[in-house]
């Protein structure tokens, strides 16, 4: 009789090659162990040229391969040695290429920082409870400040970066320094203290803007910033504060008590400077724009300045005015008598000659007519004279208005070097040569002021 394999004897009898069966385990150890922490000492030490770092983690009963692979093991805020406990944050893998179980190590710190870590996870959250991190309560940094208050040690370095980074972006802004050591026991009472001296001297000092700064290190060279003094300090601080401490993956409770936090001391002086930097840039094209607008209000009132010079009529051409204009009322007045007595001449001789027709006596019509006559002639000469007297005051105010006149009178008229007629003794200067117009000639003279 024919025998055969069923469907299921033949699926468990397949043959799965080497890396096949190793990446089956390999996903299977990663699936069943997440990603946690573990402690042990460092052994078997090596750094790749590659930048990775290959080690063993071990303690009294075992050991496992690790790998911290170059991207990870840049960011190490210490070195790492020989013989040194640690607690590393990895995953259970399998190196497929020797099927060697080993941890991928995401970050490592020294061993027993796990106990502040957990501290400072119920210090923060005690303190937000609170409300001392709320973003309602914090304040703007100031665009323009008047003066930056520095809290951190002499000795960091952070301090020189700081001010290095201040006088290269706005070098005309004040700089208080409120030392206090940086690290140690008891750090994080000084630190708080010199926060709370700043804030009392604020007003006095100048500033209105804080930065509490040190360089990057480990999480014990950091803890002074985790102190509740320190973070109560910086809340209650009179004056905005902005905190860079560490680097950008350093954070502290001084950084979430701040009113804005930097990720390093450098960029906490160039959000303080940013004002100040941003308006130093706009200055050449603010400079720029004002000369184009001095250059185009000169050129304007230049226009108005010669506008107004060509309605300026001279003295001369004035009086040349009035003479014409008296010259030509003098003609009329002339013209206007003449038509006038020709007039009254015709009316006369009209009315002669009406009496001779009418009047049968002529002899008392002859005497009044001769009355007229006369009284005519006198008022003719009346006007005329009149006239004439009038001509005459019109002259005379003329002639008053010529300048050579005034001259001849035995005034004269004082001109400064410059040609300014003075018209002041305080506007002449000790020793300044002066020329003096008379009526008929011209004087140089110099000035001696007792």
């Known amino acids: 009789m024919f025998t055969g394999t069923s469907h299921a004897e033949r699926v468990s009898t397949r043959v799965s090659s080497v890396s096949e069966f190793v990446l089956q385990i390999r996903q299977l150890i990663e699936r069943s162990t997440p990603l946690g922490w573990i402690g042990g000492e460092l052994s078997n030490l090596v750094r790749a040229t590659s930048g990775h770092v290959y080690f063993t983690l071990k303690d009294e009963r075992a050991q496992i391969r690790c790998t911290m692979w170059r991207t990870k093991a840049q960011l190490l805020p210490f070195q790492l040695q020989e ?6 944050r990895a995953q259970a893998t399998v190196y497929e290429a020797r099927g060697d ?15 502040l870590y957990e501290a400072f996870l119920r210090l923060k959250a005690a303190l937000e409870a609170e409300g001392l991190f709320a973003e309602s309560r914090k304040r703007p940094i100031p665009e323009l400040p008047h003066g930056i208050g520095l809290i951190t040690s002499p000795a960091a370095a952070a301090l020189r970066d700081v001010i290095t980074t201040l006088r290269r972006r706005a070098p005309s802004l004040p700089i208080t320094l409120y030392p206090t050591p940086v690290q140690g026991d008891a750090a994080g009472e000084q630190i708080a203290a010199a926060i709370r001296s700043a ?49 950008e993956t350093d954070t502290t409770l001084a950084d979430f008590a701040a009113d804005l936090r930097a990720p390093t001391p450098t960029a906490a ?24 607008a001095s250059q185009r209000r000169l050129l304007q009132t230049g226009q108005r300045l010669d506008e107004l010079q060509r309605r300026l009529t001279h003295p001369r051409a004035r009086l040349a005015r009035s003479a014409e204009r008296l010259s030509a009322l003098h003609q009329r007045l002339r013209q206007a008598g003449q038509t006038r007595a020709f007039r009254l001449s015709t009316r006369v001789d009209a009315l002669a000659a009406r009496l001779s027709r009418y009047a049968p006596r002529t002899a008392p019509l002859q005497a009044r007519l001769q009355a007229c006559e006369q009284s005519m002639a006198r008022s003719a000469a009346w006007r005329l004279a009149s006239a004439r007297q009038h001509l005459a005051s019109l002259a005379a105010r003329l ?41 008929a000639s011209r004087l140089k003279a110099r000035v001696e002021k007792p």
């Open 199 to 247: 804030s009392q001297r604020a007003r006095k000092d100048g500033i209105d803007v804080l930065l509490v700064c040190r360089g990057g290190g480990s999480i014990e060279d950091l803890w002074a910033f985790n102190h509740e003094a320190v973070a109560r300090a910086i809340v209650a601080s009179s004056v905005p504060v902005i905190c860079g401490v560490g680097h």
């Open 269 to 292: 002086a160039e959000i303080a400077s940013a004002g100040w930097y941003a308006l130093r840039q706009r200055l050449p094209q603010l400079h720029s724009d004002l000369q184009r």
């Open 101 to 115: 179980l080993q941890l991928s190590v995401e970050s490592i710190r020294r061993a027993g920082l796990g106990n």
């Open 83 to 88: 013989g040194m406990r640690v607690e590393v």
């Open 399 to 439: 002639e008053a208005l010529n300048p050579d006149a005034v001259l001849a009178r035995g005034y004269a008229i004082v001109r400064s070097e410059s040609g300014d007629i003075l018209r002041d003794a305080t506007a002449a200067s000790d020793g300044e040569r002066l020329d003096i117009q008379l009526a």
